[in-house]
């Protein structure tokens, strides 16, 4: 591979002035999205997408950043977004984990349009005597307030190199964007995250400078660690990082970030026109950023990601000749996990109302695991 709720509105892209071929694409005058921060690379992306819809289609999209996953996940799942440019919280809460674990959510049901790959590893300060995994023992870690989508990518990078959350000093911040900047401000010495959002280039320009805490692929010790915590990732080389010499590789690892979700009852006509829009735009908006070649639907369109993906999409990846029988099965599978887990939250969570919060969510993640057992 070659490689960023409320309160924040942003406008992303406004009607174009001009004669538009958008009828064909039979997408709406509006949408609302939500994204991560103003400054993270899922932002910058999901901007440059909604310039060119602007441009090429005449449709206004609005933005809405929010540093924690509950704050992008709920304008969708009420209605009050269209979709989501969602990091692994879309997998979180269609399993119900983590900050997903407790009475208000359990798992939901999403689907994907489409999300591009993307590195992750341990970034860490220059100056922080970090040159292994390993090495983070007893330093600074930068996590996210209400972001499970980062703190466990954290949590399971540290794995790798033998440590857990016990061996590190956690810093907790209350938005994605005051974390990613804290190493610049000396409040902390790592976190874990995309290696192009646009606080690293700040990191790596400052007299503290960067450094990429390597994942090898042939460290099988360590991705079972890893993998044991988070089974979504795998070995990745990365040659687009902030503070990257040109011609050097990053070993990182690989997942789906942004990943374009929506709820299933979303039309299938809709997100046909919308992934088609997506595709069709694709010139306009592919240089907006180093890795945004990778939306090219070849990539971006293909399992494993996070959920299902939406059958509007699929529709279209099939016309394109991008969606083969292997990816059917994956998707079936994947949606009989999914079915399964809220058939089985719709039979615990009433049986349990009882329980303390903590008690509550102890006892789901018990029973997802049962149930995910029972899959295999």
């Known amino acids: 591979m070659k490689n960023r709720l409320y309160p924040g509105v942003a406008i992303a892209a406004l009607t174009a002035m001009t004669a538009l071929p958008a009828v064909s694409q039979d997408l709406p005058d509006t949408m609302v999205w939500t994204s991560y921060d103003v400054g993270s690379a899922g932002y910058a992306e999901a901007s440059a997408i909604a310039d060119a819809f602007g441009k090429e289609f005449g449709t206004r999209v609005r933005i809405q950043p929010s540093g924690s996953g509950i704050g992008r996940l709920q304008p969708l799942l009420t209605g009050r977004a269209d979709y989501g440019f969602l990091a692994t919280e879309a997998f979180f809460v269609s399993e119900g984990a983590y900050d997903f674990a407790i009475k208000d959510w359990g798992p939901q049901q999403l689907r994907a349009v489409a999300g591009r790959p993307a590195g992750i590893t341990l970034i860490a300060a220059?100056?922080?005597?970090?040159?292994?995994?390993?090495?983070?023992?007893?330093?600074?870690?930068?996590f996210v307030a209400g972001n499970p989508s980062v703190n466990v990518k954290c949590e399971a990078i540290l794995a790798f190199g033998d440590l857990t959350l016990d061996d590190v000093e956690i810093v907790t911040f209350p938005t994605y964007a005051a974390a990613m900047s804290s190493m610049t401000r000396n409040e902390s010495d790592a976190t874990c995250t995309t290696p192009t959002t646009s606080q690293l280039y700040e990191l790596a320009e400052s007299p503290r400078g960067i450094f990429y805490a390597p994942?090898?692929?042939?460290?099988?010790?360590?991705?079972n660690k890893l993998l044991n915590?988070?089974?979504?990732?795998?070995?990745?080389?990365?040659?687009?990082?902030?503070?990257?010499?040109?011609?050097?590789?990053?070993?990182?690892?690989?997942?789906?970030?942004?990943?374009?979700?929506?709820?299933?009852?979303?039309?299938?006509?809709?997100?046909y026109a919308f992934i088609k829009a997506l595709d069709e735009s694709y010139d306009l908006y592919k240089d907006g950023t180093a890795t945004m070649k990778r939306w090219s639907l070849d990539l971006s369109g293909k399992p494993a990601i996070d959920v299902p993906f939406h059958e509007g999409a699929i529709r279209y990846l099939k016309e394109k000749g991008i969606w083969t029988d292997e990816d059917d099965a994956w998707n079936q599978k994947r949606t009989e996990r999914l079915d399964a887990l809220v058939a089985a939250w719709e039979e615990f969570a009433p049986q349990n109302a009882d329980l303390s919060e903590e008690?509550?969510?102890?006892?789901?993640?018990?029973?997802?695991?049962?149930?995910?057992?029972?899959?295999?």
């Open 215 to 223: 994942l090898e692929a042939d460290n099988e010790d360590g991705w």
């Open 229 to 271: 915590v988070l089974p979504i990732m795998g070995p990745s080389d990365e040659d687009i990082a902030a503070g990257l010499p040109e011609g050097e590789i990053a070993k990182m690892a690989a997942y789906r970030y942004p990943v374009i979700t929506t709820t299933p009852d979303k039309s299938a006509d809709d997100v």
């Open 359 to 376: 008690e509550f969510a102890q006892a789901w993640m018990d029973r997802r695991a049962e149930v995910v057992a029972g899959l295999n």
């Open 126 to 142: 220059g100056d922080a005597g970090i040159e292994t995994v390993a090495d983070a023992k007893g330093k600074r870690i930068a």
